[in-house]
DNA sequence: AAGTGGTCTAGACCACCCT
DNA sequence: GGGTGGTCTAGACCACTTG
């Protein structure tokens, strides 16, 4: 039923004094008696480790949920009745809960409590590295070749990717390569109106992608991703054979609700496959 | 310098002494003096609207750094400073500024404060749809449709899948349709030691997927995504031409440290988008 | 009407880290 | 050393929801 309070620092003793040492002038008739119970109780969280209390209220009950003890449904006990378990105040129950509701494992309801959630959708976190980085992490080198660079008025096609009504876009078209072999080709454009500064810029050895994320400090993202056949000109690039399967990663980056870029990233084949994870306790 | 503090709750008056209510037996020293300045200070903030204290400032905060006013490595105000500044406790700052970090917008560090962090990867949120619902969504009729149902001894393949020594695997292929036009193709292998309850489960109605979501209450899932071009099978089965690009998902799903089911879902051609979307604010 | 979660406070102690 | 973030508390008020 009761637990062993873990202590939040890795520093503090397992029976130390803590309310003293916390609260000084607090009265302190509860102190023999935690110790006394701490002596004698089982630490049935003893690889919990050096964690913040929060945190293992968190594990703790993420273990429940996961392990199914708790299933879909089910309700969690009451911030009060958890804070009395764990000897903790209801702030740091609170600040637990709070976190597992953020990451959708429970669903919090005023008046009836907090229940386990339903899993719905599978909601992957998908890391779209930096190409350099990427490559480089292979173990390859990094090369970059611009191919085209024009400026020009928006076509409806741009307008459409930016979202724009008039105004001129930077078009660029590049290949990343590892080692001696194709990568990846870029297609992007830029528009110039919130990046004027893209003019005076040739990326003929710099790549527009880590450029732009220097320049645009933040940035909203949308993804789509899609299988196409490879067309003769993007094949040839590719040094892959025409149809090849090609992955294909469009990315349009936002900033204070302007847009700034729309990339086309192709990818050649089954070479490159991404790889997303997903975990409840994440966020 | 000094800006108004927003009352925490949408109810509570501009100028109410709320420092009176939330401390009766408080000294009421500075009332008359909050009172005075709130009346005279401009409402910075005014479109704040009736947001949490400390969702108010991680929205300040975010929308400096996203704005670009604070570039990055810029030193974010100290918590003290923030307190100030939004007449607040310590703790409320401090509640803002750990979502904050969390989400990747500031880096903090002892001694030395906080700061604006670089993008780095691009995060993306992938939300993978349960496949019937994607179809409703959409406005189709579901069907389903079960190819094959076998149970086997785990090959090479099956254990490397969900790295398991030996044992049974129930294996099913299976289509899902979206009116009258193939959607996607399921192949899967189920580990049959973790979910033995499979064996009585036919699967002629029930696609798998879901029923294992009910079964395995939560998980941890692994995701590759890559294209493909379609085998003589695949295409005939997805009703396209063989070597049309298929994107294919591939998810292993575990739940307590054992793998419970692979699965392979392969879908036609560019017909099928995933979409996913980064925003810096989110979780 | 009662109970739950949501929020906030003022103060405290600590580890860490930079100077 | 001194300042910063990390954590925790005991208590308070409020909105919301359900019985």
Redesign the interface.
């Known amino acids: 039923m009761w637990r062993a309070r873990q202590s939040a620092n890795a520093s503090r003793p397992a029976c130390s004094n803590w309310q003293q040492v916390l609260r000084p002038d607090a009265r302190f008739r509860d102190q023999e008696g935690i110790c006394t119970m701490m002596d004698s109780a089982e630490t049935a969280l003893a690889a919990t480790g050096d964690l913040s209390l929060h945190q293992q209220i968190v594990n703790d009950v993420e273990a429940k949920?996961?392990?199914?003890d708790w299933?879909?449904g089910h309700r969690v006990p009451f911030e009060m009745e958890l804070a009395e378990q764990y000897k903790c105040s209801r702030m740091t129950v609170n600040k637990a809960m709070s976190q597992l509701a953020?990451a959708g494992?429970i669903i919090r309801r005023k008046k009836s409590g907090s229940f386990?959630s339903l899993?719905?959708?599978?909601?992957?976190?998908?890391?779209?590295?930096?190409i350099r980085s990427e490559i480089e992490s292979l173990g390859k080198i990094y090369h970059y070749d611009l191919l085209e660079r024009s400026l020009r008025r928006a076509n409806a096609n741009d307008r459409a990717h930016l979202d724009m009504k008039d105004g001129k876009v930077l078009h660029l078209r590049s290949l990343h390569q590892a080692g001696d072999r194709p990568f990846c080709l870029e297609e992007r454009i830029i528009n110039v109106a919130e990046v004027p500064q893209s003019l005076e810029e040739s990326f003929a050895t710099t790549a527009p992608g880590g450029w732009l994320?220097?320049q645009?400090?933040?940035?909203?993202?949308?993804?789509?991703?899609?299988?196409?056949?490879a067309d003769s000109e993007t094949a040839k690039r590719l040094a892959i054979a025409e149809?090849?399967?090609?992955?294909?990663i469009e990315?349009r980056t936002s900033?204070?609700a302007a847009h700034i870029t729309h990339v086309r990233l192709t990818?050649p084949?089954?070479a490159?496959?991404?790889?997303?994870?997903?975990?409840?306790s994440q966020?």
């Not at 645009?216 to 056949?229: F, L, M, R």
């Open positions: 949920i996961l392990a199914g299933p879909p953020r494992l386990v899993p719905q959708v599978q909601s992957a976190v998908l890391k779209i590295n930096e994320l220097q645009v400090p933040w940035s909203t993202a949308e993804h789509t991703i899609q299988a196409i056949n149809g090849t399967a090609c992955l294909v990315r900033s204070n990818y084949g089954n490159h496959i991404l790889v997303a994870r997903f975990t409840p966020s």
